[in-house]
């Protein structure tokens, strides 16, 4: 623990990136969200990149309402239109994002910026580059999640933040 300590103290890339994946790690997460984590900082980078597994469309629950059916004394499920299914999936998943962001930089005072890397079945959806400040000014602001995510200034000025189809 004390090498660990130590080696995270000098910012060795490889210890820091092992602390930010136990942070992940303890993301709390329901019981059915993936949970697969990985941190690395690739020769020359001057920020680790995340790597996270979100949860698939399924997290959305299909019926949209239950109606009670007096005639046959059966409850019916209105199934929610797949434009709300995505629209809702999309939310859930900013949420995780700006979940995990907070949560690696308030655990780690010295990380500037990272690159967080979204993956729903090991394809990635989403891709965010983004510094502490932008992160932190999000705060006590009431934004809807994907403009929360959106707002986040990004490392490289020429890219977006980048939603996969």
């Known amino acids: 623990v004390d090498a660990f300590v130590a080696a995270l103290h000098r910012r060795e890339y490889g210890a820091v990136a092992r602390f930010l994946g136990m942070v992940l790690d303890a993301e709390p997460l329901p019981v059915s969200f993936p949970r697969s984590t990985e941190v690395s900082w690739p020769a020359g980078a001057s920020w680790p990149v995340v790597r996270f597994a979100l949860p698939g469309p399924e997290v959305v629950p299909p019926a949209a309402a239950v109606r009670y059916h007096r005639p046959t004394d059966e409850l019916r499920e209105l199934p929610r239109p797949a434009d709300e299914v995505a629209a809702l999936h999309r939310s859930v998943l900013a949420q995780v994002v700006l979940l995990c962001l907070r ?22 959806v989403i891709r965010v580059d983004t510094r502490r400040p932008a992160v932190e000014a999000l705060a006590g602001l009431d934004l809807p999640p994907d403009a929360a995510l959106a707002s986040l200034s990004v490392l490289d000025p020429a890219a977006e933040l980048r939603w996969a189809s």
């Open 103 to 124: 949560d690696l930089f308030v655990a780690d005072a010295r990380l500037d910026a990272v690159t967080f890397v979204g993956q729903v079945g090991g394809v990635e």
